[in-house]
């Protein structure tokens, strides 16, 4: 037998599959001794044929004749047949000397059997996108063995670019919404299905009434006790099945958004009733479920409606997606503070159905390029979703080049989400090994150690994380030198396997933006050496093909950017700096202390609203900034956050006057905002410039805030914030 390290643009290592066991000879000498026999013409035992023949021939070079006939001879390699030990995506796999037979348990069961059989039998690993090993031979024998398996969850999705490889979609044994849910609709769907800006105008009723009135929005909701609201869907939805005629599930779910439901004084009845919002929802949901009993109703259990309702109980043929949005990542879901409202949830919904789609949530949404260690409580959370009846499962994982172990996240979540009773830690090395080669040993270290500080730190771990918040914990500058130090070993190691080499950059790009969203805070350290720092980052991040640093789309060229201009020290003096604050309308209470020095501390806030930025809520801000003598300037100007995401808006306008002695004001100028609906992070000031030099002990900066979210927004109906950083005069 020949064992040759294949070259196909990746690394691969060699794994010999053969034994003195064999039982059954598919090729020999590059022939082709087996036949593959389709039972029947399905697409699904075609796609399991191709797949299997496909590594047949990257393994030996030849390929085996595929038939469809009854007329089956000793040594056939059979694909189709039902099993009743298996149930949905299952199969059951045996190998004797008289052949071998894949038999589904239903849906893709076929594929998945040959996935395992290449896998477990035949010595091909997967890794990510395009990339995989195996040993070449020019013969292929296979032991005797029976296998059967049913997947943990009867759907598993992650977010992962290796979906762009239709191989390594089968492979994972992942799935898509379209692949389920008819016209694509899932999640969020109420104004997919009942458009505001078509039906708002004419019938407000049939949204949310919120703060005394309606509001009719993307992101407002349904009124779910007006019966003209049913029928009008029910109508749609009527037509989208007979559109999509071999779909049997569709999501009628709320809008995005929080605190948005309808509070009029039918919808509040029920709910009050209910002791929960979801009351609404189920009820909602079960006369849809009644209207249309062969198809089957996903919606969401998200945030407002997270908790299950006291009195109704979904129908079989409703479908309850649970998400845990809100939670805390450092520890599993049974073990944090912020996971005992989850745990209330989960428990209450499963008491009452056994139709539970989890989403679970393991993503740095504000810095989706930075370090996420909570590899280590994956396999808990996973096997509480299953122990409280979810039958589906969405992992909302890294999803963009670039993010923290991506790829391995991806591969050790999809073989959990199979069977959660593998041991994690080896699934780790048993990635790391294949995908890094010889700096496996210096990454599994470096996670390891992140893992263990963030654990001794005590600090949350959170899907709008920013690194600023650990650099006292798992980043603080005695840890980052070991790390610096790991990686420069793993680089070391792979320096002459470009493509792993590319592979250990990217790994360790996460560390590189942690470093420097650090540095920003602190004005230490040589301003040239920095900006060697923040280049290095623009190309390495070119290099990975890193198109985003946050989920709404920011690229890294710009993050570049803005860190020379905004971040690096130097450059003007700002006359301001370390003034006194003299409040009128001070920020909401989490902020007061923060604003005494943070407005003028010659730091600004980035992208995460969660450090440095000073902010206010449903309300204006008057404050006067007290410079302590009197000083000669022309420009002043506000610094502000714009993140819609996080109901962070721009205000309407900003006010400067000012004053030599704190009694009579005159006016400086105002600086108004455009309104922004651009769901990218942006940073905006508010500069108002005199053409004469001005003097002034005393600036007043009055803000005038949006006070509530408008219709277009995720929070349609509710207060809006604002956040201001840096004021700056010059």
């Known amino acids: 037998m020949n064992q040759i390290k294949i070259t196909t643009g990746l690394f691969f290592l060699i794994f010999p599959f053969f034994t003195i066991s064999a039982q059954l000879t598919l090729v020999k000498n590059k022939k082709p001794v087996s036949r593959i026999i389709c039972l029947d013409s399905s697409s699904v035992n075609k796609e399991a044929a191709e797949l299997f023949n496909k590594f047949v021939f990257r393994i030996s070079g030849t390929r085996l004749p595929v038939l469809s006939e009854t007329n089956l001879r000793k040594g056939d390699v059979v694909i189709g047949g039902k099993t009743d030990e298996a149930q949905e995506d299952g199969f059951l796999i045996e190998c004797t000397d008289e052949g071998l037979r894949i038999v589904s348990g239903g849906d893709k069961g076929a594929i998945y059997g040959v996935v395992t059989i290449l896998e477990k039998y035949m010595g091909v690993s997967y890794y990510a996108k395009e990339s995989y090993s195996l040993t070449k031979s020019e013969t292929i024998q296979l032991p005797k063995f029976r296998n059967v398996e049913t997947p943990a969850f009867r759907y598993r999705q992650t977010f992962s670019y290796g979906n762009e490889d239709p191989v390594y979609v089968k492979w994972f044994r992942l799935e898509e919404p379209k692949d389920l849910f008819a016209s694509n609709l899932w999640v969020h769907t109420f104004d997919r299905i009942l458009p505001s800006d078509i039906y708002g105008k004419e019938h407000p009723e049939y949204y949310s009434f919120i703060n005394g009135k309606r509001q009719p929005g993307n992101h407002s909701q349904w009124c779910l006790t007006n019966p003209e609201v049913f029928e009008v869907v029910a109508q749609k939805i009527d037509s989208i099945f007979k559109a999509n005629p071999d779909a049997r599930m569709i999501s009628v779910s709320q809008n995005d958004g929080n605190d948005t439901y309808c509070s009029c ?272 980052f623009r190309t390495r991040t070119m290099e990975a093909g890193v198109k985003a640093l946050n989920e709404r789309g920011n690229p890294p060229a710009e993050y570049c950017d803005l860190y020379l201009q905004r971040f690096l020290p130097g450059g003007q003096i700002n006359k301001a700096s370390k003034a006194k604050m003299i409040w009128t309308i001070p920020p909401a209470d989490k902020y007061k202390k923060l604003a005494e020095t943070a407005l003028t501390d010659g730091l600004y806030g980035g992208s995460s609203y969660v450090e440095g930025w000073v902010g206010w809520v449903g309300t204006d801000a008057d404050l006067i900034i007290d410079m302590g003598e009197e000083k000669v300037f022309s420009t002043v100007e506000a610094d502000f956050l714009h993140q819609l995401g996080g109901w962070v808006l721009l205000p309407k306008s900003v006010t400067y006057s000012i004053s030599s002695d704190n009694k009579t004001y005159s006016d400086f100028g105002t600086f108004t905002f455009e309104e922004d609906r651009d769901l990218a992070i942006k940073f905006a000031g508010a500069k108002v410039q005199s053409e004469t030099l001005v003097k002034a002990r005393y600036i007043r900066v009055f803000v005038d805030g949006l006070k509530l979210c408008p219709s277009w927004h995720y929070g349609v109906g509710h207060e809006a914030w604002f956040f201001m950083d840096e004021i700056s005069v010059h």
Not at 319 to 333: A, K, S, W, Y
Not at 380 to 390: C, D, E, M, T
Request: aromatic share 12%; glycine share 4%.
């Open 265 to 536: 004084e039918n919808c509040k009845a029920v709910d009050d009733y209910e002791g929960a919002h979801s009351g609404t929802l189920v009820r909602f949901m079960n006369k849809l479920a009644t209207r249309f009993p062969d198809k089957e109703f996903s919606t969401l259990a998200y945030l407002y409606s997270m908790q299950p309702p006291k009195h109704v109980k979904p129908l079989p043929n409703v479908n309850i997606m649970l998400c845990n949005i809100d939670c805390r990542r450092e520890v599993p879901l049974t073990d944090n503070e912020s996971g005992q409202n989850f745990l209330k949830a989960i428990e209450g919904w499963s008491a009452i159905t056994n139709n539970i789609f989890i989403w679970d949530y393991g993503i740095n949404f504000d810095n989706l390029v930075s370090p996420f260690p909570n590899f280590h409580i994956l396999k808990k959370n996973i096997q509480l979703f299953k122990k409280h009846h979810a039958t589906m499962l969405f992992e909302q994982v890294n999803g963009v080049e670039g993010a923290d172990f991506s790829e391995m996240r991806a591969y050790m979540l999809s073989k959990l989400m199979w069977n959660p009773e593998l041991d994690t830690d080896s699934l780790m090395r048993s990635f790391m090994n294949g995908y890094y080669g010889q700096a496996a040993p210096y990454l599994y270290q470096y996670r390891k150690i992140m893992e263990g500080a963030l654990l001794a730190s005590k600090t949350p771990l959170w899907i709008y994380d920013s690194p600023i918040s650990h650099k006292d914990g798992m980043l603080n500058e005695y840890l980052l030198k070991t790390y610096n130090e790991l990686f420069d070993q793993a680089e070391a190691a792979v320096e002459k396997d470009t493509k792993i080499l590319k592979r250990v950059r990217a790994a360790r790009l996460p560390l590189q933006y942690a470093e420097l969203e650090i540095m920003r805070t602190t004005l230490k350290g040589d301003r040239d050496d920095l900006a060697r720092k923040v280049e290095l």
